[in-house]
């Protein structure tokens, strides 16, 4: 007959429910011939049966009536719950567009400016308002650099004829593009890098 | 699938897809029906809920005060188990794995028990139902059918269930997943993360400061 310690671990299986096939003819056949073993198979028996539950009466198998429903309830509305820090943040997103479109309506207002600095500001707006596109022709007019050259075959200015033949007798120079008239070139390079840079 | 033919053949059984009817979702293994949840399918989730209701309930009624806190028990540890498979789906997803394609499938089971077994941790109540005198006694041995034997093993009952609610944690789960929701040691071993052994030495140590409070008692 198989030793008592030998089958000890067995009984607690037993008494768990979890005995393996192969041992329980083994422990059977001891406990049949065994009075010791088989008091102490009962007290396990009967401290596991002290503690375990009763099965689930029909007050708690009602209680549990619709469990799936409610789990599927709980889910939408933690799925409701999870959708509100994306709601905000697109509604956060559209709003800081929409601010982004329309705040320079509300920021690009009309500068106030006191009398003193209107008037400030036309001064200094003065010269450039004045100031219109030379008209190239006239340019070399009134250096006459070119007007010298053709004083007297030309008598449609009276004006410039005159100056041209003051610049021609105060400089005495003899060369038809004297000082005057590179002077002239000069302001004209000025005037189309001014328009250059002004487009 | 292959079925054998008579002549010992394989057979190619072809399994048209598509959603199942109620009788075939039975038969369907817990991947697909986790991977057809997942993508919305009631019938897949109403399933897996029915399929694993007896072991929650069992897992967490030793710690409700009344069926209607089983019930939120089981409730609770539901969504969560159904939330942590939701993340894992949809991580391997994302890194491209189906999630009924069974690699790494997910171990629904194993996470309702160890859910249940958590809530049970936080739970713990010296007064629940069944540490009351007036519940019903459960199955005893045969052969003690006179009132004063049942006043006092009534009594006894709810000593040792006020006594198995203050075992150490992992005696107490260990006792609880066996007797309670009758896992084997293995599944049991699975849950908790430690060996099949380990787990038979805890539910010994547990049974013996059990059987030494019910010696208490006799004595």
């Known amino acids: 007959m198989t030793a008592c310690h030998d089958v000890a671990p067995l009984l607690l299986d037993r008494s768990a429910g979890d005995l393996a096939v192969a041992d329980a003819a083994r422990l059977d056949e001891h406990l049949a011939g065994c009075a010791a073993c088989r008091a102490e198979a009962a007290a396990l028996d009967r401290t596991l049966s002290l503690v375990r539950l009763p099965p689930p009466d029909a007050a708690e198998r009602a209680a549990l009536a619709g469990l799936a429903d409610s789990i599927r309830l709980a889910q939408q509305a933690r799925a409701q719950r999870r959708a509100w820090p994306a709601r905000f943040a697109a509604v956060l997103a559209v709003a800081a567009a929409a601010a982004f479109l329309v705040a320079p309506a509300f920021t690009r207002r009309a500068p106030t400016l006191t009398p003193e600095e209107v008037a400030l500001a036309r001064a200094a707006a003065a010269p450039a308002s004045r100031w219109t596109v030379p008209d190239p022709d006239e340019l070399w007019d009134t250096a006459g650099a070119l007007l010298s050259d053709q004083a007297a075959s030309t008598a449609s200015s009276t004006a410039a004829p005159a100056a041209s033949t003051d610049v021609a007798a105060t400089s005495g120079s003899a060369t038809p593009l004297g000082r005057d008239r590179t002077v002239a070139i000069a302001a004209a390079d000025a005037w189309f890098d001014t328009d250059t840079t002004a487009r | ?219």
């Open chain 2, 1 to 219: 699938m292959t079925d054998e033919t008579g002549d010992g053949r394989p057979r190619l059984r072809v399994v048209t897809g598509g959603r199942a009817d109620a009788g075939a979702a039975a038969a369907r293994d817990e991947a697909a029906l986790l991977g057809a949840w997942l993508v919305g399918d009631d019938e897949a989730f109403g399933e897996l809920v029915a399929r694993h209701e007896p072991l929650v309930l069992a897992l967490v009624r030793r710690y409700a005060r009344s069926p209607d806190d089983a019930r939120d028990l089981a409730q609770r540890t539901f969504l969560k188990a159904f939330e942590s498979a939701r993340r894992a789906l949809v991580h391997r997803g994302a890194a491209g794995v189906p999630a009924a394609s069974g690699l790494g499938a997910v171990p629904f089971r194993r996470w309702l028990v160890r859910v249940a077994v958590n809530l049970g941790k936080n739970f713990r109540r010296d007064e629940t139902r069944w540490t009351r005198s007036s519940q019903a006694l459960p199955t005893l041995p045969a052969g003690r059918p006179d009132a004063s034997q049942r006043l006092e093993d009534e009594e006894a009952s709810v000593r040792l269930r006020r006594a198995a609610l203050r075992l150490p944690r992992r005696q107490r789960e260990v006792l609880t997943l066996r007797i309670d929701a009758d896992l084997p040691f293995a599944e049991i071993a699975a849950a908790l993360g430690c060996t099949e052994n380990a787990a038979k030495v805890s539910f010994h140590l547990a049974v013996k400061r059990l059987r030494a409070e019910l010696g208490k008692e006799d004595a």
